[in-house]
């Protein structure tokens, strides 16, 4: 079966994380890409966090499955040939240097619109334009610049950033997205366009509610479903709400069974309007459902606290497993709290292909997460990430140079 990408070609320059996972995802949809790395180092990410000595990290497994690694020092006069060719071959270019980098490399716009009018050129900043547009920035930067920080954690607590990587696969999804709109735009011009996909825009976009929040907090002063409400004040800002729902949908972690040891026997339970009756008679409340302070939710609203207080005195009966099989069959919508552990041993998604196993060849068998997209005429067979320079030589002749030309770049020290 083909590909969804096949014959897409990818100079890909990206480094750390943002970078890697949108071209990760194009390599999952079969584009061919071909990262370029300094010779001796490569990615820093090659080296850091190491489990195994003198092993590619798990940090950068991870992120660069399905790709070809080719070594080449762009700022000889050596690379700057063979980085030409490469832009010539290929149709988008893929990188998250520092801002001003790629220009000092002497690869400019006009540079790659002159070498190749149909190339795309995608990159990801940690600003767009602006008063920060120089600036470095790496995940956590990210979180607190896009509103995810100030908008998570405790009310009375510090601002706090998420285990979840939105700055960085965040925003490289969002540039995944861009390159293949761009792909087919181009499908219809034949022109190639810039990408950009500055980190802070991406965080903000996946912290839209909370946008929409400090909207209606700015208008009516309050906000019905945060847990401030009704007893403690709102300031001029969205706060931190805890594990609210953050939706229509009042929602709340709850102990379970076990929870004294367990950090992790907890669950999520949502007190779905749809299914009040079922919640009120699976915890043993029968009579709230007619009960003019809980029958409707805009009544609720006001007794949230004592009601997940009871349903907890409920869900601290079972574990979290079973409290989602009986719940689930009452169409309560719920979910446990899944420890790292857990998902990753977890025989379903093994099968499903959401978590897999890959072979590397210093490394032996690691874990890794599977194509999160499925596409049903594109399966994806996740392979291992290449070794640093591993397919130097198979990719320059396939630009069209001849083994001796190799060697004397290598002597040269260009690759
Ligand atoms: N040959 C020669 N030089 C190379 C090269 C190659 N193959 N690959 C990279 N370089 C050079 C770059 O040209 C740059 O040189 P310069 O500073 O003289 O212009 C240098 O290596 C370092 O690149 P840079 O991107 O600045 O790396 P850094 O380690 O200083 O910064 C980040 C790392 C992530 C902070 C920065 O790249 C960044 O802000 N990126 C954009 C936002 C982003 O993606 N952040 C999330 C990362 S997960």
């Known amino acids: 079966m083909t590909k969804a990408l096949a014959g897409v070609r990818i100079l890909d ?29 490569g990615d ?3 080296g850091q966090l190491r489990d195994i000595p003198n092993v590619d990290s798990l940090y950068f497994t991870m992120l660069n499955h399905n790709k070809r690694s080719i070594t080449l020092n762009t700022k000889t006069a050596g690379g700057r040939e063979v980085l030409d060719a490469l832009i010539r071959h290929c149709d988008v270019l893929v990188e998250n240097f520092a801002p001003g980098a790629l220009d000092r490399m002497g690869v400019t716009w006009e540079h790659i619109q002159k070498t190749n009018p149909r190339m795309i050129l995608a990159s990801v900043k940690g600003f767009g334009p ?25 009310e009375d607590g510090l601002p706090m950033v998420t285990g979840a990587q939105i700055g960085d696969s965040g925003t490289g999804l969002h540039l995944a997205l861009g390159i293949v709109t761009a792909l087919y735009q181009r499908s219809q011009t034949g022109r190639g366009q810039k990408v950009l996909a500055p980190m802070q825009d991406a965080v903000l976009n996946l912290c839209r509610v909370k946008l929409r929040d400090q909207q209606r907090l700015e208008r009516t002063h309050t906000l019905h479903e945060y847990p401030q409400y009704p007893d403690g004040k709102f300031g001029d800002a969205v706060p931190r709400s805890g594990n609210a729902s953050g939706g229509g949908q ?48 805009q009544a609720r609203l006001l007794h949230l606290k004592p009601i997940f207080r009871r349903i907890e005195q409920w869900t601290m009966t079972k574990d979290k497993i079973e409290a989602m099989d009986i719940l689930n069959k009452l169409d309560i919508p719920c979910g446990p709290i899944l420890s790292m552990k857990e998902l990753a041993h977890d ?42 320079g591993e397919h130097t030589d198979e990719v320059l002749t396939q630009l069209g140079y001849a083994a001796g030309d190799i060697e004397r770049l290598r002597s040269q020290g260009v690759l």
């Open 347 to 388: 025989p379903s998604l093994r099968a499903s292909g959401a978590v897999v196993e890959v072979d590397h060849p210093t490394r032996g068998k690691y874990l890794t997460v599977g194509n999160p997209i499925k596409l049903s005429d594109s399966p994806t067979e996740v392979t291992r990430s290449p070794l640093l």
């Open 250 to 297: 009042p929602g709340s972690i709850l102990k379970c069974k076990g929870w004294e040891t367990d950090p992790n026997a907890y669950i999520y339970f949502i007190t779905q309007a749809a299914v009040w009756p079922a919640i009120c008679t699976v915890i043993g409340e029968p009579e709230w459902i007619e009960d003019e302070a809980y029958a409707t939710p």
């Open 44 to 46: 820093a990410t090659r």
């Open 130 to 154: 602006g008063p920060y547009e120089d600036c470095k920035v790496y995940e956590n930067v990210a979180q607190c610049a896009g509103g995810a920080a100030s908008t998570t954690g405790w």
């Open 13 to 41: 320059f990206t480094h750390v994380q943002s970078g890697p996972t949108c071209t990760q995802l194009l390599a999952w949809f079969g584009a061919d890409v071909i990262k370029v790395e300094r010779s001796g180092e």
